[in-house]
C-alpha cells in the first residue's frame, strides 16, 4: 500500500471537509502516479493505486469503530467516522 496515499487520506480526513478531500485527490492522485512511473515503479497501474486507496480508507474507518468499541463517548468516534465516510465518495 502507498503510505503517500494513506498519510494523505488520513491528513485529508480528519481536517478537511468531502468537497476539500475530493479536489486533493482528484488534483494529486494522477500527478502521484506519474511521479511513481517516472521513478521506476514497474507493473503498478493507475487501478492498483486507486485499489490502494480503498483499502487505507477502509483501514480509516476502524479507528473510530475501536473507539466505539472501547467506549469512548460518541461525540469522539461518530465525528472521526463521519469526516471518514463522507470524504470518500
Known amino acids: 500500500m502507498s503510505l503517500v496515499v494513506r498519510a494523505l487520506r488520513e491528513a485529508s ?3 478537511h471537509g468531502p ?3 475530493e ?3 482528484a488534483n494529486f492522485s494522477p500527478e502521484y502516479h506519474r511521479m ?3 521513478h521506476g515503479a514497474q ?3 493507475r487501478g492498483a493505486l486507486d485499489d490502494d486507496y480503498r ?3 477502509l483501514g480509516l474507518i476502524m ?3 475501536w473507539q466505539a468499541l472501547s467506549d469512548l463517548p460518541a461525540v469522539i468516534w461518530w465525528n472521526n467516522l463521519e ?3 463522507f470524504g470518500d465518495r
Request: no cysteine; aromatic share 4%.
Open 13 to 15: 480526513a480528519e481536517d
Open 19 to 21: 468537497e476539500i478531500i
Open 23 to 25: 479536489a486533493m485527490i
Open 36 to 38: 511513481l512511473l517516472e
Open 43 to 45: 507493473g503498478y497501474d
Open 55 to 57: 483499502l487505507s480508507v
Open 63 to 65: 479507528r473510530p469503530i
Open 83 to 85: 469526516r471518514i465516510l
